[in-house]
């Protein structure tokens, strides 16, 4: 399926230049299965897709903004296991050379690499391949660029529940010794309380959120747990908030700040048979904009009014060229979660939302 929607996004003028193929990969994958060793390795599969000068940051937005250019934790994985801390030192250097903070230089995140390489997360979680802890610390490592302390992280929408998304596959399993952190965490909040007025109405934690129903074997998670933590946040990102739009575009900012390269885990979620081309047009309407729509209406002489909502320019568009709003659906790559996959989805997407608080404790350890 996902060779026919390739074809369909070659149509398209490219935002950027074509990612490597399969066959340029096969020897230098940044996949999980076969990591460079060295950060010169890493460096050289990125010629084509990183940003001129700053070769670990993506060329679409601003090397200030710390955006790395595709998912890195397999290489901070595979590094973590080796005990070479200096080289995932020198990677995440590269990744904050366009923006190493003001007056300093990048070396303050060293310190964060050793910190969390040697912090104890397994006295608070337990995971149901010994992988799960090593890909926590990735995620914490790579997310440390932003700086900062991570007990502020528990106010992000994004990255606990990200943490959340990329390893519930990996059944986690909370220690009594969270409570610790329930305490640690509350006692911080209180604190901020009095400083702050965002944290006034920043709910305390309860036990609750750390006593979480495991969620039964499926099929889906072994799936699920075979991919790269960036495609493990793409899918279950897109099976939580919708059955069918665009996979390509769904790939939010906090998302893409974590390494999720679409294009590249669009081609690994392809592999899997987890989608299907979508048989209905509705997902144009997350994927254009008003004006979009209108400007498509003027184009193949649809009758429209400034003052319509989305959905009555996208029927105008459709009653008046409906082969024309064809095309537009296999252009943007819309998709729908097969039947046989979706429920499961669905599922183990619902249970790593459940799942996000206690993530949220795991940045007092």
């Not at 230098?28 to 001129?52: K, M, Y």
């Not at 149901?128 to 700086?147: N, Q, S, Y």
């Not at 305390?204 to 072994?222: G, K, Q, T, Y």
């Not at 568009?317 to 046989?340: D, H, I, M, N, Y």
Request: proline letters at 8%; hydrophobic letters at 40%.
């Amino acid at each position: 399926m996902f060779d026919v929607l390739r074809k369909l996004f070659a149509r398209r003028p490219p935002a950027r230049p074509a990612p490597p193929t399969s066959d340029s990969l096969s020897s230098s994958s940044v996949e999980p299965d076969s990591p460079p060793q060295s950060v010169a390795q890493l460096r050289r599969t990125l010629r084509d897709i990183g940003h001129p000068e700053f070769p670990f940051l993506d060329r679409d937005h601003s090397p200030a903004s710390r955006v790395p250019c595709t998912d890195f934790t397999p290489f901070i994985i595979d590094r973590l296991q080796s005990g070479d801390l200096s080289s995932i030192s020198e990677l995440m250097r590269g990744i904050l050379a366009g923006n190493p903070g003001l007056g300093v230089g990048p070396e303050w995140i060293d310190s964060i690499i050793t910190e969390v390489a040697r912090a104890d997360f397994g006295g608070y979680v337990t995971f149901g391949t010994p992988r799960g802890e090593v890909e926590l610390k990735a995620l914490f490592i790579l997310a440390g660029k932003d700086g900062g302390g991570r007990e502020f992280w528990i106010a992000e929408s994004g990255k606990p529940h990200l943490f959340s998304l990329a390893l519930s596959c990996q059944r986690p399993v909370w220690q009594a010794s969270m409570e610790a952190l329930q305490r640690k965490a509350n006692t911080f909040i209180r604190q901020m309380r009095r400083e702050a007025p965002f944290w006034e109405e920043y709910p305390l934690f309860s036990p609750r959120c750390f006593a979480v129903e495991p969620l039964p074997e499926l099929p889906a998670i072994d799936v699920i747990r075979g991919l790269s933590l960036a495609s493990r946040m793409h899918l279950l990102h897109f099976a939580g908030s919708r059955v069918s739009g665009s996979l390509l575009r769904t790939a939010t900012y906090r998302m893409r700040n974590l390494g999720v390269n679409p294009e590249r885990t669009v081609s690994e979620l392809g592999r899997e048979g987890l989608f299907v081309p979508s048989d209905s047009d509705e997902g144009l309407l997350d994927v254009w904009s008003k004006d979009d729509l209108m400007q498509a209406c003027a184009k193949v002489g649809a009758e429209y009014r400034k003052s319509w909502r989305k959905d009555k320019l996208l029927a105008a568009l459709r009653e008046k060229a409906p082969e024309f709003v064809l095309e537009a659906r296999e252009r943007e790559g819309l998709v729908t979660l097969s039947l046989q996959a979706g429920p499961e989805l669905r599922a183990v997407a619902d249970y790593s939302t459940r799942l996000e608080d206690a993530f949220k404790l795991l940045c007092f350890v």
